[in-house]
């Protein structure tokens, strides 16, 4: 980080001063100055969203729109993934790969009927924008959102909040979205989120965001719930963090990602290749890859941290964990690390590293605590 970056002052969300209201503990993330709890602090946050509903501020992620005839064919060739063949108000996780197979970002596309709304993650936005604008921007108008509110409602309870406020929104089912007015302000909203919960994630004007998030948190069923309650929960959904989890030195087969890929993006499909990396990424497709992303499961209590080493019985180092906790729902230490193929096979055991001892860990499939989405 050079010194003008660190130096340079938080941007803030639309729900910076609600966040004080609130009593947040505010901390830098990715350039934003982010809520990572609430005073009920993140135990109870993280119950609050396997119970009932959770209000998550996540405007600090980029929102583009992706318009022109041309936009979902360009858009392919920056994706591994179907986005053509992507059916109005349907949504999809993609992956920005680069020319060694390696992944610069995740991100989410949706298909309204003004174009291609693209989700990418805060830290990377700027980087993701040039690589849309120099790659694409010939075939199709990128037009920027990044003062647009994002917030994301979360948990079992979460579609009574929403119907209330606006009805027939409970109709939507996991990965659809549509135009609605939630409590008279209008929004675009898809039922997805990142949690493992059933739940919406609503993309809102600036001047609108307070508003909108003040009458969501008047429903009975909601709390606000900040960042570190959000990793816990991926964590225990099995779900990657970008720059933990994945990055530019991991393929999306490495990365158990393949899921994301459809038929007709795969080595003999109607739209094969054509993306960055889609030779390396067919060939693990075909033969595999040397490491895995896997689940680990701790069988003492101790909590397994980020950048713990993971040996085998000999003290063979294996990997490295690239995020790990104490699940607050499994009541167990829960992780993922990048281990060889040979060790990444279900009920495998393997050592965590952790201050001179060695604690025995099960590679266990993922998620750790089933998945609730909502398909209808």
């Given at each position: 980080m050079s010194a003008e970056t660190a130096s340079a002052p938080l941007l803030q969300t639309p729900l910076h001063a609600l966040?004080?209201?609130l009593g947040a503990r505010m901390v830098p993330f990715a350039g934003y100055s982010m809520p990572v709890q609430y005073p009920a602090g993140i135990l109870a946050e993280h119950r609050q969203c396997r119970h009932e509903a959770a209000l998550f501020d996540v405007s600090h992620m980029g929102q583009l729109l992706l318009k022109g005839d041309d936009a979902a064919r360009a858009l392919e060739t920056l994706v591994p993934v179907d986005i053509v063949g992507l059916g109005l108000d349907k949504q999809r996780y993609a992956l920005f790969?680069?020319?060694?197979?390696?992944?610069?970002?995740d991100l989410m596309v949706t298909h309204r009927d003004d174009g291609l709304l693209v989700i990418v993650n805060a830290a990377c936005k700027?980087?993701?924008?040039?690589?849309?604008?120099?790659?694409?921007?010939?075939?199709?108008?990128?037009?920027?959102?990044?003062?647009?509110?994002?917030?994301?409602?979360?948990?079992?309870?979460?579609?009574?909040?929403?119907?209330?406020?606006?009805?027939?929104?409970?109709?939507?089912?996991?990965?659809?979205?549509?135009?609605?007015?939630?409590?008279?302000?209008?929004?675009?909203?898809?039922?997805?989120g990142y949690t493992g919960e059933?739940?919406?994630?609503?993309?809102?004007?600036?001047?609108?965001?307070?508003?909108?998030?003040?009458?969501?948190?008047?429903?009975?069923?909601?709390?606000?719930?900040?960042?570190?309650?959000?990793?816990?929960?991926?964590?225990?959904?099995?779900?990657?963090?970008?720059?933990?989890?994945?990055?530019?030195?991991t393929t999306p087969v490495e990365a158990a990602l393949t899921w994301a890929i459809q038929k007709v993006r795969r080595p003999g499909g109607e739209r094969e290749n054509h993306y960055p990396g889609a030779d390396i990424i067919g060939k693990q497709l075909a033969v595999g890859a040397r490491t895995k992303r896997v689940g680990l499961v701790g069988l003492e209590r101790a909590p397994v941290r980020e950048g713990t080493v993971i040996v085998d019985h000999q003290g063979h180092k294996l990997g490295v964990v690239t995020s790990g906790t104490l699940g607050p729902t499994v009541n167990q230490p829960v992780a993922m690390a990048y281990l060889p193929v040979d060790h990444a096979i279900v009920a495998h055991e393997v050592y965590a590293e952790v201050r001179g001892k060695r604690l025995p860990m099960r590679v266990t499939p993922m998620p750790f605590t089933p998945n609730r989405y909502y398909r209808g």
């Open positions: 966040h004080l209201e790969t680069n020319a060694q197979g390696g992944i610069m970002d700027d980087a993701d924008l040039r690589h849309l604008r120099e790659r694409i921007g010939s075939r199709c108008d990128i037009v920027t959102m990044f003062d647009r509110g994002l917030l994301a409602l979360q948990g079992p309870m979460a579609v009574h909040a929403m119907a209330r406020l606006s009805p027939g929104i409970e109709k939507l089912t996991f990965m659809t979205g549509g135009f609605f007015k939630v409590g008279g302000v209008p929004c675009y909203v898809t039922r997805s059933d739940g919406f994630e609503i993309s809102v004007a600036a001047a609108d965001t307070d508003t909108l998030a003040r009458k969501l948190l008047e429903q009975p069923e909601v709390k606000p719930v900040g960042l570190g309650a959000r990793d816990s929960l991926r964590l225990e959904a099995g779900l990657c963090l970008y720059g933990n989890d994945i990055d530019t030195t």
